[in-house]
Nanobody
Framework: VQLQASGGGLVQAGGSLRLACAAS????????MAWFRQAPGKEREFVAC???????NYVDSVKGRFTMSRDNTKNTVYLQMNSLKPEDTAVYYC???????????????????WGQGTQVTVSS
């Protein structure tokens, strides 16, 4: 299984970025996919996830600004990030798991597969 994240970059506050995570080597449409982020000196934090059903879940700090989606024909998930803030600056990681239970979807330890991370920097 491989997860390849892309789309990070430097953007001014209020701007937008779209991250993508392309998956291979798995039955993609049966997987829960998620985005986590880690800022320097901080713990890895759940950002959003999307179940194989298409149901999404977001951390409160990004609700209304970020949208996660999936394209099962391309084995890819996306994170559209709008109204970015300096506190969104972090390395963003995509993760995937097939057998994850609902109560664990925000738990990084519950995901078996991880991408390499993509840097998002938001300047003030």
């Amino acid at each position: 299984v491989q997860l390849q994240a892309s789309g990070g970059g430097l953007v001014q506050a209020g701007g937008s970025l779209r991250l993508a995570c392309a998956a291979s080597g798995l039955t993609f449409n049966r997987y829960t996919m998620a985005w986590f982020r880690q800022a320097p000196g901080k713990e890895r934090e759940f950002v959003a996830c999307i179940r194989y059903s298409g149901h999404t879940n977001y951390v409160d700090s990004v609700k209304g600004r970020f949208t996660m989606s999936r394209d099962n024909t391309k084995n890819t998930v996306y994170l559209q990030m709008n109204s970015l803030k300096p506190e969104d600056t972090a390395v963003y990681y995509c993760a995937g798991d097939r057998g994850i239970i609902l109560s664990s979807i925000r738990d990084a330890d519950a995901y078996d597969y991880w991408g390499q991370g993509t840097q998002v920097t938001v300047s003030s």
